[in-house]
């Protein structure tokens, strides 16, 4: 068990890492190649825990004064322990004094967990996109969330 402790910006160096992480926590993964491309394009983070354990990451896409969320994951070892709560808590504090306005995510429908933080947390639903993510036998809604910052 590791705490969370920091983000800290994701490099070249936790590529594999990542994508290893990414296989195994997500149904349709993303490819080296979609991680390569968001650190050239985007504002990336690992969850970093107390021991320097990485344990998660998280892919922002800057637009204007929004942050839009792209990918989270927690690594399987470390979920269910408050990690993802404490680090989107850790975003949220680092953006606070910042120019972007708002943070935008989508989830699942099926991820009550996952929605269940984001609201804890101070997100609000805004709406749905229909059949937006793949599913083993089918599509499924993703629930459109947004916070103030």
Same mark, same amino acid.
Request: glycine share 6%; proline share 1%; charged share 25%.
């Given at each position: 068990?590791?705490?969370?402790?920091?983000?800290?910006?994701?490099?070249?160096?936790?590529?594999?890492?990542?994508?290893?992480?990414?296989?195994?926590?997500?149904?349709?993964?993303?490819?080296?190649?979609?991680?390569?491309?968001?650190?050239?394009?985007?504002?990336?983070?690992?969850?970093?825990?107390?021991?320097?354990?990485?344990?998660?990451?998280?892919?922002?896409?800057?637009? *204007?004064? =929004?942050?839009?969320?792209? %990918?989270?994951?927690?690594?399987?070892? #470390? &979920?269910?322990? @408050?990690?993802?709560?404490?680090?989107?808590?850790?975003?949220?504090?680092?953006?606070?004094?910042?120019?972007?306005?708002?943070? *935008?995510? =989508?989830?699942?429908?099926? %991820?009550?967990?996952?929605?269940?933080? #984001? &609201?804890?947390? @101070?997100?609000?639903?805004?709406?749905?996109?229909?059949?937006?993510?793949?599913?083993?036998?089918?599509?499924?809604?993703?629930? *459109?969330?947004?916070?103030?910052?």
């Amino acid at each position: 068990m590791s705490r969370f402790d920091c983000l800290r910006l994701m490099d070249e160096t936790d590529l594999d890492w990542a994508v290893s992480v990414e296989q195994r926590v997500h149904l349709v993964p993303w490819s080296k190649k979609g991680f390569e491309q968001a650190l050239a394009d985007s504002v990336s983070f690992v969850m970093q825990g107390a021991d320097n354990r990485a344990l998660g990451y998280m892919i922002l896409l800057p637009v *204007l004064d =929004e942050l839009h969320l792209l %990918n989270l994951a927690v690594d399987s070892d #470390y &979920q269910g322990q @408050g990690v993802a709560k404490a680090a989107m808590q850790a975003l949220i504090k680092r953006f606070d004094e910042s120019d972007y306005q708002t943070l *935008l995510l =989508e989830v699942r429908e099926s %991820n009550k967990i996952a929605r269940h933080i #984001y &609201q804890k947390i @101070g997100f609000q639903q805004d709406g749905m996109r229909k059949n937006y993510y793949q599913t083993s036998t089918g599509r499924e809604h993703a629930v *459109l969330m947004s916070l103030k910052l």
